[in-house]
């Protein structure tokens, strides 16, 4: 395999850890899109090309598997290859390594087609940038393939209807405020992974009645697949939907369906693989019978993303 090209390096900033004390899953995607940019700097696609042509590389697809938690002030590195580069978009596969252990803590397969940043209408990629990403073809390995979530094409763009008619709960709504904006003025690619995250105890509270601010079990995802379908501007009105899709001894999946609150179109979807975490000893524990039981009675087929 061809070695993967450094396209970013930072650290974990205490304001990125969340209530579970480590890095929160909205800024592994937040430095993912980062390293993307990064990459398209390599590519020809930098911020010149962006300010003549209006046209950016954004992300279409994210699949993420998260290996090893990151606490404040983690050296991180993101290194990158192209698994896939045709005229309608990239396949770019990414892998987040703490600089201080060596360990791999995350990677991401993104989907990247070249968008106007406004319109987010696609470009056709110039041949001068498919020639560029020769010498970065590279393979997905093992450790960054898919696991506990299946890969097939995203399924038909669900309605908020369905979402009623199958029992999804309204985890979170709200407005788009300016801080979820990209420069452009669409909700950032990130902030869609933000709200998923800040609709999780609401998610639980539903089900199982269960205030994780006071247990000493918290959750930490394991896999992640987002599907953007359409841009989002900063004066829209957005709700998620959420389910529980399955449940094991130690793991349970979540499938999210976020709308436009005004429209009813579906603007994203999402689904995840999560564990229960002890706190203190940080490592993932069985989920207690009682809860399960409770989980299994909600659980909703076919919540794919």
């Given amino acids: 395999m061809t070695p993967l090209l450094e396209v970013y390096r930072n650290s974990v900033q205490s304001w990125e850890i969340d209530m579970m004390g480590h890095m929160n899953v909205k800024f592994y995607v937040e430095k993912s899109v980062a390293a993307l940019a990064m990459?398209?700097?390599?590519?020809?696609?930098?911020?010149?090309?962006?300010?003549?042509?209006?046209?950016c590389l954004v992300p279409t697809e994210h699949h993420v598997r998260f290996l090893r938690e990151q606490r404040p002030g983690a050296p991180l590195v993101i290194n990158a290859g192209i698994v896939e580069a045709t005229r309608e978009r990239l396949v770019v596969y990414q892998e987040m390594v703490n600089a201080a252990s060596g360990d791999l803590a995350a990677s991401f397969i993104v989907t990247v087609p070249l968008q106007d940043g406004v319109s987010r209408e696609s470009r056709p990629i110039p041949e001068h940038v498919l020639e560029q990403t020769q010498p970065l073809r590279t393979e997905v390995p093992a450790h960054g393939a898919p696991r506990g979530l299946e890969m097939a094409p995203p399924r038909s763009e669900p309605t908020l209807d369905e979402a009623v008619d199958k029992g999804?709960?309204?985890?979170?709504?709200?407005?788009?405020?300016?801080?979820?904006?990209?420069?452009?003025?669409?909700?950032?690619?990130?902030?869609?992974?933000?709200?998923?995250?800040?609709?999780?105890?609401?998610?639980?509270?539903?089900?199982t009645a269960e205030d994780r601010s006071e247990s000493p079990?918290?959750?930490?995802?394991?896999?992640?697949?987002?599907?953007?379908?359409?841009?989002?501007?900063?004066?829209?009105?957005?709700?998620?939907?959420?389910?529980?899709?399955?449940?094991?001894?130690?793991?349970?999946?979540?499938?999210?369906?976020?709308?436009?609150?005004?429209?009813?179109?579906?603007?994203?979807?999402?689904?995840?693989?999560?564990?229960?975490?002890?706190?203190?000893?940080?490592?993932?524990?069985?989920?207690?019978?009682?809860?399960?039981?409770?989980l299994e009675r909600h659980v909703i087929p076919g919540l794919s993303a």
Wanted: with cysteine; charged share 20%; glycine share 10%.
């Fill in 168 to 207: 999804m709960l309204s985890t979170w709504k709200g407005p788009v405020l300016p801080r979820m904006c990209d420069h452009h003025g669409r909700l950032a690619t990130e902030a869609h992974m933000g709200i998923v995250s800040d609709a999780i105890p609401n998610l639980l509270v539903h089900l």
């Fill in 39 to 55: 990459l398209g700097q390599h590519l020809g696609l930098g911020p010149r090309f962006a300010r003549e042509s209006g046209a």
């Fill in 217 to 294: 079990l918290g959750g930490a995802a394991l896999e992640y697949r987002f599907v953007y379908r359409r841009p989002v501007s900063g004066d829209d009105l957005l709700e998620l939907r959420s389910g529980i899709k399955a449940v094991s001894t130690k793991t349970y999946q979540f499938g999210h369906w976020l709308f436009n609150g005004a429209t009813g179109e579906c603007v994203a979807t999402a689904e995840a693989v999560a564990v229960l975490l002890d706190l203190d000893a940080r490592k993932a524990v069985v989920i207690p019978e009682a809860s399960r039981a409770v």
